[in-house]
């Protein structure tokens, strides 16, 4: 009687996370309208900017949301604050970084990877708040943003630098310096159980509130797997793992980052 009910628990389980996955397919594009439509009058056309710390971020945290943004013929620009030059391989991590963007949907014309040596690629290194905000006010302006994605305070995997772009996006919030029609996401970070149970997650992301669900499917996840595979000086065994059990590679949830009072000057 016991494996009985154990097998229609997991049975009705596993019903109930494809019946969510066909309603957030459905859902998505409702979704990015209504977000938008809190920040603009009328104008739906996606110009989204992902944010990341270093090469293989892009993959490892966002390709659900890259991926059905393309699918959704969003415009979409990376910004990569650094070549993730840790170990002295920027010049390749910086050529893997392109190869999986353009696996992604993101032409190479739409990357840009800093290099500079107040932004290094080293989990102790305090980022300068001013200095990664400004070079992103400026991305957000060039390139007529309308929606930035980027990590939330934890960072998903706790990075320094993953947490500084968000104090940094988070500044310019609170101080009013984004455009008005520019919406501010963050990836919500889960604990380390949801983590690594891949797909079946998505139940728990439904029952816990977000602005935002991306969800893949079986051929997206394959694309997310090929842009992963894109980064070779990183793969090693322990992040076929990751590629495999990280919900991070089927599902990304987002809270928006609230925005303070517009044309806030600090004296």
Not at 109 to 130: C, G, M, Q, Y
Request: charged residues 15%; aromatic residues 10%; contains cysteine.
């Amino acid at each position: 009687m016991s494996i009985y009910l154990v097998f229609c628990s997991v049975l009705s389980y596993l019903v109930w996370t494809i019946c969510l996955y066909y309603r957030h397919r459905r859902a998505l594009g409702k979704s990015l309208n209504r977000v938008l439509k809190a920040f603009s009058s009328g104008d739906t056309d996606i110009r989204a900017l992902v944010v990341t710390a270093h090469p293989d971020d892009e993959c490892m945290f966002f390709a659900p949301t890259i991926i059905r943004l393309v699918e959704l013929k969003a415009c979409i620009h990376l910004l990569c604050l650094s070549e993730g030059n840790y170990y002295k391989q920027g010049a390749q991590r910086k050529q893997e970084l392109l190869n999986s963007c353009a696996v992604l949907g993101i032409p190479a014309s739409r990357v840009t990877i800093l290099d500079h040596k107040k932004l290094p690629d080293d989990p102790k290194a305090e980022w300068s708040v001013s200095l990664v905000s400004s070079v992103i006010v400026r991305h957000i302006r060039h390139h007529c943003i309308n929606m930035v994605l980027t990590f939330d305070g934890r960072g998903v995997s706790g990075h320094a630098n993953h947490t500084a772009i968000h104090k940094a996006v988070s500044h310019l919030a609170s101080t009013g310096q984004v455009p008005n029609d520019c919406c501010l996401l963050s990836l919500v970070t889960v604990g380390l159980l949801r983590k690594y149970i891949a797909f079946l997650e998505l139940p728990l992301s439904w029952l816990l509130s977000s602005c935002l669900c991306c969800v893949l499917g079986s051929q997206g996840y394959r694309q997310a797997k090929a842009a992963m595979l894109c980064h070779r000086t990183q793969l090693l065994w322990f992040r076929y793992l990751y590629i495999t059990f990280s919900r991070y590679m089927f599902i990304n949830t987002f809270q928006m980052i609230p925005q303070g009072p517009k044309n806030l000057k600090i004296y």
